[in-house]
Structures are given as C-alpha cells and as structure tokens.
C-alpha cells in the first residue's frame, strides 16, 4: 500500500502558467512531502521531462530496496508507480515465466509492471487486486492512469494550465501549486448523500478517476481520455444453485480469497467488530494460519453502540491475540484530523470510529483484513428491505399516506438511540413517496428534499434531486434478468459502497500507515456472490442467508444469527452533549455567509427543533458541521497540507532518479 503522484507537462503551452523545471520538481517533491503517511519506508521521483513520476511505499511485499518505486523494466523505457496489492501475482509470474518472460524481484509491484507490458490492456482483467497506478511511456511520451474495478484504490487528477497533475490524495494535487476552490455542484451532492460521488470532489477542478477506469494522456491536453475498462461480472443468465451449492460456493471463495490476501512480509492482522462479516473473515484466518493471529476491535462506553463483546467472544473461540482497547471518539480534536484526512467531505460518521480502530491496529501491525463489501454483495442492510415494504407501501391511497401515516410518525419522539424508531420511520414515510429506484436511493441520504429545500433554497433542492438520479444511473448498465433485490444491490456496489465505504477504509487506515485489505470483493467471491440466486442472500427481515448458512458449522450460533449492528457512533447523544459546544461555535451565521449555500434562519431553526426534541436532526446536523470543518479546513486555510505520520515510523527519504536523454525506440 503506497501513494502516488505525477506531474505531466504538456508541450506547446504559450502562458503566464508554463513552469521551469526546477520549479515543477519543487512540485513534485511537496506532492511526495504531503503523501508520507500513506508510504512511510521509502520515497522515490522520476524525472524524465515532461513526466515527473513520484512514489512514497509502505514496505509489504519484498521489503528489500529492490522493491523501490518508481520501478523500471530492463530497458528503462517503461516506468510504474502503484498503489495497492495484486493477490494473484504468483499465478501471474508463472504464466509470464512460461513465456520466457524474467523477474528480479519478489515484488507484486514488477509482476504488474510485466503483466501490462506482457499483456496490454487486457493484463487489467488478469489482476486480483486492488490498485491505482500510473505507467509512463518514455518512447511515446505517454502515461496510462487505471484505477482497480471497485474503486478500493483512491486516484485524483486535475488539468492546470499546461500540465496534468494526478496523486492518491487531494492534498498532494494542492501542494503541486492548485488552488482549493469550492466545487458548488459536488458540495451540493456532499449535503445530500454525506459524500461528493466521483468523479466530483468538493474541490473545483479536481476530479476523481471513476472506478474501473484509466486515463490514457499523451503531448498535448486534448489526447488526455477517460474510458471504463471494468464491469460487474455477472453470469449470462440466472443461475439456479440450490442454497446448499450457494453456500458451499461461497465458503470456498471466501477461503481462497482470505488466503491469497494474507500475503505479507510484515505483521498481519483481522479487524473483528463482532458481527457475521469481519467474523467470517478472522475465521477463515485463522484456519489459514499456523500460529494466533491478532484481532482488532474497540470499546464505546455507550452500550448500545458497543460491539466488544460479541467481538471478544469470537477472539476466545478462535484463540486470537485479542486487542481492544476503550477509546475517547468523542474528543472533537479526533473529527479534526478525521476531516483532514478525508480532504473530500465525507459525513459517514463511522470514519470517527473507525479512525480510532485504525490507530490502534496500527500500534501493532501493518496490515490487517477486513469485512466491507459483505452487505453490498449479500444483502445485509434493512434498507433493502424497506425498500421492498415502501412498494407494498405505495398501494394506499395517498390521502391515507398524507392524512394518517406522516402525522402519526411526526409525532414520534426523537431518541438518542441506535436506530431508533422515529429515523426509522421518517426516512421510510418520506423516501417511499419517491418511488422505485429513487426510494432505495433515499435511503442514503443525509437529509430529505424538504429540509434540503429549506436549507439551501432551489438550489440545493436541485442538487439534492440530482444526486438521487446519479445514484440510480449504474441501473443502465445492469442486466435485465436482474430480481428487484438484485438491481438494489448493483446499486449499491455501483455506488455506495465506492463512495462511502471504501473511502472511509483507504483515508482512515493511510492515516496511520496501515494497510486494510477487503477479502469481500476478491474476484472470486465477487463472481459467486453475483451469481447466487437472490432468494438465498435476503428474506424478509433476514439478509445475507447464503453467508450465515456457509459460516453455520465454524462460528457461535450466537453470531451466526446476530442481527446487524453497524460501526456507528452514538452522534445523537454526542451532538446534545459533549459536541454541543463545538457545533454552535462552528454552525455560525459568518459559516453560512461564507458558503453561500446554507440559509441562517433555516439553520438556527434546525438547531432549535434538535435540541428541544422537536425533531432529531443529528445526521444532518452532522453533516453540516463536517462541511463548516472541511470549510475551514482546507477552503479557509491558508497553510499548506501538512503530512500525518504514525509515530512507529522513520520517515525515508525520497530518492531521485534523473534520465536526461531521449529514449530511442
């Protein structure tokens, strides 16, 4: 796991923006500075005008210095930067040996250096992996950006003047001398969904590379080009495995993927929050190693958001060197450096919990797997179930659903607990009005359409629509033999997971210099889950079937059976009690006047009904103060990103490697 970031100048350029060498390698340099934390054990630069190449490396694999990057192949025409792991390299050298192909190192990174000379474009459908890279072409003068299918791996990019500037993290883009300038269109979507979906950022031009795409970019800026080289590998038709096929299926996938992601040179760890998903994975760990392996969770003082327990139970059954400490997430000076190092707004407010986790696993390894993926894969969430309800829900008539069902759920009171009834009841009576598939999409939303409306005008209502039709466009590209459960689920894979989900995992765990690894969206247990047939992932009120019945014979009945709980924190309670303070010092008037997107009135009534129990408006109070922080962050600030690095490293240097002659093909 690394970062990357390259500077691209175009030829031909006539402008007041056209830059010196020197100063372009100042650049590049300060791009590297500000990714220390994502590779703390080395750092290397390729100058090789107009291309400057950089890479900062967490050591995983082949931790020697022949492992350095940016990597070369023989004839130095070719060099790679990458960002990831490719799990399946072993079975790609062989293949590559077979054809007379040579290696040098024990690196995944020279094998798909290799596989891309070797096999072109089509190496990408080869890899299992997670990965951005960059690859420049010293003959043709041109550079090939990809980003892995699901996204897991981060890639930005923006066009400034007469150069092309891409990095694993916004702050590497802004210390390359880009303005931070607020994009209206992606902040919009921020306050609707919670997130700003690629490839918007909150940042005006910056841009994310969709996942499952490259960017190809040659000498001048009208050959730069984005195409999708990825899509969900569904099977040609519906399979009809039997619940017991599916099950055995996807206990083998699930083995074999753990298996392959357990690659590793330094320590090794499991995230275990107690629930289905992240035990499956610690037991399919533990059947694959000889010795205890450790396992990660923490401890809230609130019970109802508390998983140690059920974690712990299943550390004891499985022998794990257990680590769980109780931490402080309510401290505000941890929303700080949460917001720092999501740089794109982000209101998922798991990120302060799993900031947490993330530091303390840290502390003792270097990488550690993890469970995201399950419920987007296998049907984990309750809202794929109210979806199902809102269309039985939109057979009464209208008057009864206007005259009777919204005032009776108006008068429910607001409730400092974990999904509590009155949020349950609200975001349904309001998000099945919209109807299939926008009533799924809702879901997701950190606030509704009225209260967008009386937030930030037309406007932000616009905006809000907008990004609900955005959500349900990946529905264009989905087969047509598709259930109703199924097309909510592409959906989600599609979008939510990207967006949110894997945006928390890659920002909090960098943060800190660790690696998590996904086994969930391995090729083959993608492949699998797509092709179980969707009565076994989900019915009624019972999701991920097929994965409970696989885990059945290995784990707790008490955990098998659990229902799921979520990696939340108690934000109702913290934002009336020990937020409180610093929310209404940062929801000011001044904030509003200096967005320009937030009313003052519409705010402070929002506030009011909070704290009188009128209403409870934490997820889009929360919201909002993630935006006044990031605001004042990264729009108001005039200071330079500044680097996190975990405290159990050395920072190494960067190394520059300078090529001054031409290549000749």
């Known amino acids: ?93 062989i293949q590559m040996e077979e054809a007379g192909v040579s290696f040098f190192t024990r690196s995944d990174t020279e094998v798909l250096l290799r596989a891309l000379l070797h096999w072109g474009n089509d190496a990408l459908r080869r890899l299992d992996g997670m990965f951005a890279f960059a690859l420049w072409d010293r003959g043709l003068k041109k550079l090939w950006l990809a980003r892995d299918g699901f996204g897991i791996k981060p890639l930005f990019y923006t066009i400034d003047g007469n150069r092309l500037v891409f990095g694993s993290e916004v702050k590497a883009i802004l210390a390359a001398g880009v303005r931070a300038r607020p994009n209206r269109a992606g902040l919009g979507m921020f306050l609707a969904l919670g997130y700003s979906a690629a490839p918007n950022t909150g940042f005006e031009g910056i841009q994310q590379l969709l996942p499952g795409h490259e960017l190809m970019a040659g000498r001048e800026q009208s050959t730069v080009e984005t195409r999708q080289w990825y899509r969900l590998p569904y099977p040609a038709a519906p399979e009809h495995w039997s619940r017991q096929e599916s099950a055995d299926r996807l206990r083998t996938a699930l083995e074999s993927s753990v298996h392959s992601q357990m690659q590793s040179d330094v320590p090794l760890g499991g995230l275990l929050s107690g629930g289905l998903d992240s035990s499956a994975v610690v037991r399919c760990m533990a059947m694959n190693s000889d010795r205890p392996i450790d396992s990660f969770t923490i401890a809230f003082e609130e019970s109802s958001f508390d998983e140690s327990l059920p974690a712990a139970s299943v550390a004891q059954f499985f022998a794990t060197r257990h680590h769980c400490p109780k931490v402080n997430v309510s401290d505000f000076e941890v929303l700080n450096g949460v917001v720092e190092h999501a740089e794109d707004p982000i209101a998922d407010n798991s990120l302060v919990a799993f900031w947490s986790l993330c530091r303390e696993t840290a502390s003792h390894v270097t990488v550690a797997l993890g469970g995201d993926g399950a419920d987007e894969l296998l049907a984990g969430y309750a809202t794929y179930r109210a979806t199902q309800l809102a269309s039985a829900y939109r057979w009464l008539p209208f008057g009864i659903r206007r005259g009777v069902f919204q005032p009776i759920v108006g008068w429910l009171p607001a409730s400092d607990s974990k999904y509590s009834l009155a949020m349950f009841a609200r975001r349904f009576v309001t998000g099945a009005e919209h109807g299939w598939p926008l009533d799924h999409c809702s879901w997701r939303t950190m606030l509704d359409s009225a209260t967008a409306g009386q937030l930030g005008g037309q406007e932000l209502q616009e905006q809000w629509n907008a990004a609900l039709r955005l959500y349900s466009q990946p529905l264009s590209e989905a087969p047509d033999w598709l259930s109703p459960l199924e097309q909510q689920l592409h959906l989600d894979l599609c979008f939510h997971l990207p967006n949110d989900m894997l945006v928390k995992v890659d920002r909090m765990s960098m943060a800190h210099s660790l690696e998590v690894r996904v086994p969930y969206l391995g090729n083959e247990v993608v492949e699998t889950c797509l092709a179980i047939p969707s009565q076994w992932k989900r019915r009624g009120a019972k999701g991920k079937i097929v994965l409970r019945d696989s885990m059945r014979p290995f784990l707790p009945h008490r955990i098998v059976d659990r229902k799921k709980a979520g990696f939340v924190i108690p934000i109702e309670a913290w934002l009336r009690g020990a937020w409180r303070e610093p929310l209404l010092e940062t929801l000011t008037p001044d904030f509003c006047e200096a967005t320009q997107m937030i009313r003052p009135e519409a705010l402070q009534s929002l506030l009011s009904e909070h704290y009188s129990k009128q209403r409870d408006h934490s997820y889009t109070l929360f919201t909002l103060l993630i935006f006044a922080l990031w605001w004042r962050t990264w729009i108001e600030s005039t200071r330079s990103p500044r680097p996190y690095a975990s405290s159990q490293h050395n920072i190494a240097p960067t190394r520059i490697t300078r090529l001054t002659s031409e290549f000749s093909r």
């Open 1 to 93: 796991m690394c970062g990357i970031a390259g500077i691209l100048q175009f030829d031909g350029y006539q402008g007041d923006s056209l830059r010196c060498d020197g100063s372009t390698e100042s650049d590049a340099l300060a791009m590297l500075h500000t990714l220390h934390h994502r590779g703390p054990d080395d750092g290397g630069l390729l100058i090789d005008a107009p291309m400057y190449l950089g890479h900062r490396r967490l050591s995983i694999l082949d931790c020697t210095p022949a492992g350095h990057q940016p990597m070369g192949d023989p004839t130095q025409r070719y060099w790679l930067s990458f960002n990831g792991e490719i799990y399946n390299h072993r079975k790609l050298r």
